[in-house]
Protein backbone atom coordinates (compact mmCIF):
# COMPACT_ATOMS: atom_id res chain seq x y z
CA UNK A 1 0.00 0.00 0.00
CA UNK A 2 1.62 3.44 -0.52
CA UNK A 3 2.38 5.24 2.03
CA UNK A 4 -0.47 8.30 1.52
CA UNK A 5 -2.76 5.57 1.61
CA UNK A 6 -1.73 5.23 5.75
CA UNK A 7 -3.18 7.02 8.06
CA UNK A 8 -0.79 8.88 10.55
CA UNK A 9 -1.08 7.25 13.87
CA UNK A 10 -2.49 9.28 16.53
CA UNK A 11 -1.07 9.84 19.95
CA UNK A 12 -3.85 7.98 21.21
CA UNK A 13 -3.68 5.08 18.93
CA UNK A 14 0.07 5.23 19.99
CA UNK A 15 -0.43 5.20 23.98
CA UNK A 16 -2.53 2.08 23.02
CA UNK A 17 0.29 0.88 21.37
CA UNK A 18 2.62 1.34 23.75
CA UNK A 19 1.07 0.27 27.08
CA UNK A 20 0.52 -2.60 25.32
CA UNK A 21 4.07 -3.27 23.99
CA UNK A 22 5.23 -2.01 27.97
CA UNK A 23 3.19 -4.25 29.45
CA UNK A 24 4.92 -6.83 27.22
CA UNK A 25 7.98 -6.32 28.07
CA UNK A 26 7.57 -5.90 31.55
CA UNK A 27 5.34 -8.83 31.91
CA UNK A 28 2.46 -6.40 33.55
CA UNK A 29 -1.12 -6.65 32.91
CA UNK A 30 -1.85 -3.82 30.27
CA UNK A 31 -4.37 -2.11 32.98
CA UNK A 32 -1.62 -1.74 35.68
CA UNK A 33 0.40 0.70 33.04
CA UNK A 34 -0.92 4.20 33.67
CA UNK A 35 0.50 6.71 30.89
CA UNK A 36 0.84 9.66 33.09
CA UNK A 37 3.70 7.34 35.65
CA UNK A 38 7.09 7.52 34.09
CA UNK A 39 8.14 4.28 32.63
CA UNK A 40 11.55 3.99 34.99
CA UNK A 41 8.95 4.04 38.05
CA UNK A 42 7.45 0.77 36.35
CA UNK A 43 11.27 -1.02 35.98
CA UNK A 44 11.80 -0.48 32.37
CA UNK A 45 15.65 0.12 32.06
CA UNK A 46 17.94 0.60 29.27
CA UNK A 47 17.66 -2.78 27.65
CA UNK A 48 13.87 -2.82 27.71
CA UNK A 49 13.91 0.84 26.61
CA UNK A 50 15.94 0.11 23.24
CA UNK A 51 13.77 -3.09 22.77
CA UNK A 52 10.51 -0.54 22.89
CA UNK A 53 12.35 1.52 20.23
CA UNK A 54 13.20 -1.30 17.72
CA UNK A 55 9.11 -2.66 18.04
CA UNK A 56 8.04 0.94 17.54
CA UNK A 57 10.56 1.53 14.55
CA UNK A 58 9.31 -2.08 13.16
CA UNK A 59 5.50 -1.12 13.79
CA UNK A 60 5.94 2.54 12.39
CA UNK A 61 7.98 2.03 9.96
CA UNK A 62 10.73 5.19 10.71
CA UNK A 63 14.08 5.58 12.40
CA UNK A 64 13.46 6.52 15.99
CA UNK A 65 16.23 8.47 18.42
CA UNK A 66 16.30 6.38 21.59
CA UNK A 67 16.97 9.72 23.70
CA UNK A 68 12.98 9.75 22.86
CA UNK A 69 12.05 8.10 25.73
CA UNK A 70 14.43 9.65 28.37
CA UNK A 71 12.79 12.99 26.66
CA UNK A 72 9.65 11.65 27.02
CA UNK A 73 9.09 9.22 29.82
CA UNK A 74 5.61 8.50 30.01
CA UNK A 75 3.43 6.66 27.25
CA UNK A 76 1.23 9.96 27.09
CA UNK A 77 4.80 12.23 26.69
CA UNK A 78 6.00 9.86 24.64
CA UNK A 79 2.48 8.97 22.23
CA UNK A 80 2.33 12.84 21.96
CA UNK A 81 5.85 13.18 20.90
CA UNK A 82 5.93 10.35 18.55
CA UNK A 83 2.51 11.88 16.67
CA UNK A 84 4.12 15.27 16.53
CA UNK A 85 7.18 14.27 15.14
CA UNK A 86 4.74 11.62 12.40
CA UNK A 87 2.83 14.65 11.35
CA UNK A 88 5.51 16.78 10.47
CA UNK A 89 7.37 14.04 8.77
CA UNK A 90 3.19 13.17 6.69
Given at each position: M??SD??????E??A?WL??C?????E?P??????????SN????S????S?I?????H??????????W???T?????K?L?E??????
Amino acid sequence: MPESDLETPTAESLARWLTDCVATHLERPVDTIDPTVPLSNYGLDSLHALSVIAELEDHLDISVDPTVMWDNPTVDALSKALAEELALND
